[in-house]
């Protein structure tokens, strides 16, 4: 998944801040400005103050934050995204990552490769509440450049696509490398 945070007009003509999220479906190497629908970014933020929230509510609640109805469903993960300060996101689920994902001691591997670099989320299943948890996590830390997300892959950022993509592209190089020396007698 990717996403971007831009300035859009809504249906009165006044700029509003949106996320452009993939969306449910799309395939990242077709992808069109269509596969990227746009939500009110303020209105998608507000739920950050609730408890709770429940699948059906969330999906519905984003699809009513469309700038156009038309659009596809965003992805389960864009609160995550529109959680996280970040202009550009980007959240993948390299192989390398998997391979860390599903290993008991993944914590401590991350903290090994990244140091305080990429924070670690618990599983939860993907929704509200492992949004808030991971904007919990990152919030409570500085300097974070990536989230790791037990048993499900990675997130990466940056303020420009290429420096978004960078970050993704050398820390999944960094776990690639890690599991590289493992295999070395």
Same mark, same amino acid.
């Given at each position: 998944?990717?996403?971007?945070?831009?300035?859009?007009?809504?249906?009165? $003509?006044?700029?509003?801040?949106?996320?452009?999220?993939?969306?449910?479906?799309?395939?990242?190497? &077709?992808?069109?400005?269509?596969?990227?629908?746009?939500?009110?970014?303020?209105?998608?933020?507000?739920?950050?103050?609730?408890?709770?929230?429940?699948?059906?509510?969330?999906? %519905?609640?984003?699809?009513?934050?469309?700038?156009?109805?038309?659009?596809?469903? *965003?992805?389960?993960?864009?609160?995550?995204?529109?959680?996280?300060?970040?202009?550009?996101?980007? !959240?993948? !689920?390299? &192989?390398?990552?998997?391979?860390?994902? %599903?290993?008991?001691?993944?914590?401590?591997?991350?903290?090994?490769?990244?140091?305080?670099?990429?924070?670690?989320? *618990?599983?939860? +299943?993907? $929704?509200?509440?492992?949004? +808030?948890?991971?904007?919990?996590?990152?919030?409570? +830390?500085?300097?974070?450049? $990536?989230?790791?997300?037990? !048993?499900?892959?990675?997130?990466?950022? $940056?303020? &420009?696509?290429?420096?978004?993509?960078? %970050?993704?592209?050398?820390? &999944?190089?960094?776990?690639?490398?890690?599991? %590289?020396?493992? +295999?070395? *007698?």
């Amino acid at each position: 998944n990717i996403s971007v945070k831009l300035s859009e007009k809504n249906t009165f $003509g006044e700029r509003v801040e949106v996320l452009r999220v993939k969306g449910s479906g799309w395939d990242l190497d &077709t992808i069109s400005d269509k596969g990227l629908p746009s939500l009110d970014l303020n209105r998608i933020r507000e739920l950050r103050n609730l408890k709770k929230l429940k699948d059906e509510d969330l999906v %519905n609640f984003q699809r009513s934050s469309l700038l156009d109805s038309s659009s596809p469903n *965003p992805s389960i993960e864009t609160l995550l995204h529109a959680f996280l300060p970040y202009k550009f996101i980007e !959240h993948t !689920h390299s &192989t390398p990552f998997l391979y860390l994902a %599903n290993v008991a001691s993944s914590e401590k591997i991350i903290e090994e490769i990244f140091g305080q670099e990429v924070a670690v989320v *618990p599983y939860i +299943k993907p $929704g509200f509440d492992l949004a +808030k948890l991971a904007a919990s996590i990152h919030d409570s +830390k500085s300097g974070l450049k $990536g989230l790791f997300l037990q !048993h499900h892959g990675h997130f990466a950022w $940056g303020e &420009t696509a290429k420096q978004s993509y960078d %970050n993704l592209i050398l820390q &999944t190089i960094k776990v690639e490398k890690w599991i %590289n020396k493992q +295999k070395k *007698p």
